[in-house]
C-alpha cells in the first residue's frame, strides 16, 4: 500500500467515526496521522431539567487534553469540558462558533498535550473552526 493510497483512505477513516451510533455513550477518540494528534470530542446532550446552575470562575490558561471525557455545548460562543476529576471548565471562543451541534462532537487538534487559550482552536465537523479565548472553572450552585 502507497502512501497516497493511505491519504485517500483519510477521509473513510474521519467518516466512519461520524457514522458511529449513539454518541452519548463514547469518549473522546484519539487519533495519530503522521505524529499529529486530533482528539474528536462527542458532545453529550444538556439535561432537560437542570439541577443546578454554573458559577464561572478565573481558569487556567491550559487544560490537559488526556483530562477531557465530554463536552456540553453551552452556546455558541462557548464550550463546557468535562474532565475526569468531574471538574468543569469552559472554553469561550473569540467569535460565534456555529456548527458544533451540526456532527454532536468536534475535533482538537492541540500542538502538545495541553489545550491552551490564545493558541488552540476547536474544529467543527464541518469545517469551521474557532479559536479559544480564554477558559472560566465551573462551580455548581444548586437551585433552591
Known sequence: MTSGTIWNL????FGLFGAQPGAVGQSVTR???QEEVILRVPIQPQPL???FDWVEKKGPKCVPVAAIRR?????SEQVDFILVSRE???AQFDENCTGLDFYRGFYLQPQDERLCAHRDAVYSR????CTIERFKQLVPKFRR
Open 10 to 13: 483519510l477521509p473513510l477513516l
Open 31 to 33: 487519533l495519530v496521522v
Open 49 to 51: 431539567i437542570p439541577e
Open 71 to 75: 463536552a456540553l455545548l453551552s452556546g
Open 88 to 90: 468543569r471548565v469552559r
Open 126 to 129: 464541518i469545517g469551521g473552526s
